[in-house]
């Protein structure tokens, strides 16, 4: 079980960039063989912003796709996913199973 993973989240000029660390995709590929974790994945910010007024939190979608793992597995095999703007340290949102 992975206890904490974050998600490193960028604002840039037309969009918000997701990431994993190296060593969090090195650690999920070890936990999980068949995983396909996702160095980045970018959002702009008109995508960001219509998707939060039709449907909520799209961090709650982005996760499952940067992790790469099985809905089974991020289900029961991770504890919190924390969302991240490293340039401030801020925690922008957290995922507990």
Do not use: C
């Not at 060593?23 to 063989?33: V, Y």
């Amino acid at each position: 079980m992975i206890d904490k993973v974050q998600i490193l989240v960028y604002s840039q000029l037309d969009g918000y960039t997701f990431s994993l660390l190296p060593s969090t995709r090195k650690q999920i590929k070890k936990e999980f063989p068949n995983a396909f974790p996702a160095s980045n994945l970018n959002i702009s910010f008109d995508d960001y912003n219509d998707f939060r007024v039709n449907k909520g939190n799209l961090e709650d979608h982005i996760y499952p796709i940067i992790l790469g793992v099985s809905e089974q597995d991020l289900k029961t095999k991770f504890k919190e996913i924390i969302f991240i703007d490293p340039r401030t340290n801020k925690t922008l949102h957290k995922v507990k199973n």
